[in-house]
């Protein structure tokens, strides 16, 4: 599905993240795991094209063919459109605080896919329902929804537009411990029900126990480490991913 080779991202000639390979194969939930600073939302920003300026990537991010790094502009425009949903830490940031809900979760799900709005409408209600989040909510601006609330509207919208490939960067971590349980059990379903590929960025080894199948340490930058949960688990191969599995307890 992605298969990523030597990414390599340079900030003002510091080394950001450094030939970092792997992949995340179709149809399972890969987490990327490492400490705070460890290059993980910078590895999401070049595999999205939306590097901050003055940042170079260089290697290979194949995803349906196609180089991620090297597409233009509009090209990786059309493949996020088409391939591509994300989910970032801080969902009120996502929205527009002025425009109200509905509109907005149109532009993410019904526009992209092509439904009218009314088709939108039904298909969305219908979404929402099975969220437990009320109807009403389309009428609201996002600042009169909670943060769990606004992450469950991302994941209908998801679940909506069915992305083959769904990244979420640490989605959980502005939430509480119950919301947390709770978006990482729509996230499963999304995967479970529609078979969403999912890269699940975290620096949380509960949520990776918890959601993913395969996992990805990063370390200072570096890939230290990549394999299936369950084995990673049982036999760390890294000094550093054993260290990082005692503390956990
Ligand atoms: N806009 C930026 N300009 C320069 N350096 C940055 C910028 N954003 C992040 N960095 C640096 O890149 C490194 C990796 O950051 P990041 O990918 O955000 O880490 P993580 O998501 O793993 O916490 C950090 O050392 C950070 O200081
Ligand atoms: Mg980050």
């Not at 939306?50 to 990537?57: R, T, W």
């Not at 180089?67 to 391939?83: P, Q, T």
């Not at 907005?104 to 992209?112: D, I, K, V």
């Not at 509960?206 to 370390?219: L, N, T, W």
């Amino acid at each position: 599905m992605l298969k990523v080779d030597h990414l390599s991202i340079e900030i003002g000639g510091k080394q950001i993240v450094d030939k970092s390979s792997f992949f995340v194969p179709r149809g399972k939930i890969t987490s990327i795991i490492g400490e705070s600073g460890s290059g993980k939302s910078m590895t999401v920003s070049a595999l999205l094209g939306i590097l901050p300026p003055g940042a170079k990537a260089t290697g290979k991010a194949v995803f349906n063919g196609k180089n991620l790094i090297a597409v233009s502009d509009k090209e990786m425009g059309e493949i996020r459109k088409a391939h591509l949903f994300t989910i970032f830490q801080d969902a009120a940031n996502s929205f527009n605080s002025s425009v109200k809900m509905r509109h907005q979760l149109y532009e993410f799900s019904g526009r992209r896919t092509g439904d009218s709005s009314q088709q939108f409408q039904m298909k969305m209600k219908a979404i929402l329902d099975e969220l437990g989040l009320s109807a009403e909510i389309v009428e609201q601006y996002p600042f009169e929804l909670s943060g769990g609330m606004l992450q469950r509207c991302m994941i209908a919208c998801a679940l909506y537009v069915e992305p083959d490939l769904l990244i979420a960067d640490e989605p959980t971590s502005a939430l509480d411990m119950v919301l947390q349980q709770e978006f990482i059990g729509l996230l499963k379903r999304l995967n479970e029900k529609q078979g969403t590929t999912i890269l699940l960025i975290t620096h949380d080894l509960d949520i990776v126990a918890e959601a993913a199948h395969e996992m990805i340490v990063m370390r200072q930058g570096e890939v230290v480490e990549t394999g299936n949960v369950m084995t990673v688990f049982e036999r760390p191969e890294h000094p550093y991913t054993r260290r990082l599995l005692e503390s956990r307890f």
